[in-house]
């Protein structure tokens, strides 16, 4: 049972357009999401987090939006540049410590 | 910087050995997560330690697998009598007393001959 989904595998968008990534939970208790960052032979970078009592986040490029009665949450990266081509994961957590982690997103960025 | 830190980067062992990740939390941080990462697939939690205490280990292997987080000195997962199928990426993350957020090390990638 997958509490988390990130169902795209994969995705490709050109450089200085806006890349979005989403997320889909399916447990109700969960209250705060984090968007994590992850490069090749690297441990997963803290990117941006946002807590279920809001529903938007935003950091420089990347903004975190979270759609609490369809369970989705989405980051949007923009201006895309080509060091963003990575591994995102989407993590959700309840006020537990526990992470519930998606299988990932991996983004392209071409030139 | 002080950031989570984890040795070695990478270990081989042939099937039957033994396996020892160490894991050095972020400074300042008391609280140790260890996740394992097979190919293809996302991160599953494996453990959560506080010093010297097992919170949860639910998602831990009931055989072979075990840690520790001693009062001092890193954070130990010790896989005994390595398997083929142990060969994975295994991260270690921190967290402050809010542990909402974890902080990752660069994981430890083993392979199994």
């Known amino acids: 049972d997958q509490q988390v989904k990130q169902n795209s595998p994969s995705l490709s968008v050109q450089e200085g357009r806006i890349s979005i990534l989403n997320c889909d939970y399916t447990n109700s208790m969960f209250d705060y999401f984090l968007w994590y960052k992850k490069y090749p032979a690297e441990g997963p970078t803290f990117l941006i987090s946002i807590s279920s009592i809001k529903d938007k986040n935003e950091d420089g490029r990347f903004t975190v939006f979270l759609n609490k009665s369809a369970k989705h949450l989405s980051l949007h990266i923009v201006p895309s540049q080509p060091g963003d081509s990575a591994v995102y994961f989407c993590?959700?957590?309840?006020?537990?410590?526990?992470?519930?982690w998606g299988a990932g997103t991996k983004l392209i960025i071409k030139p | 910087n002080a950031g989570v830190m984890q040795n070695p980067r990478h270990l081989v062992r042939r099937r039957g050995q033994e396996a020892r990740l160490r894991c050095s939390p972020m400074?300042?941080?008391?609280?140790v997560y260890w996740y394992r990462q097979l190919p293809e697939e996302g991160l599953k939690f494996m453990v959560y330690?506080?010093?010297?205490?097992?919170?949860?280990e639910s998602g831990m292997p009931k055989e072979r697998f075990s840690a520790e987080f001693p009062k001092e000195g890193p954070s130990i997962l010790r896989i005994q009598q390595v398997v083929r199928g142990d060969s994975a990426a295994y991260f270690c993350a921190s967290s402050g007393a809010k542990p909402q957020t974890q902080y990752f090390g660069p994981g430890t990638r083993l392979l199994v001959l």
């Open positions: 400074k300042g941080h008391s609280h």
């Open positions: 330690l506080q010093k010297e205490n097992i919170i949860d």
């Open positions: 993590a959700a957590g309840d006020s537990n410590y526990q992470l519930i």
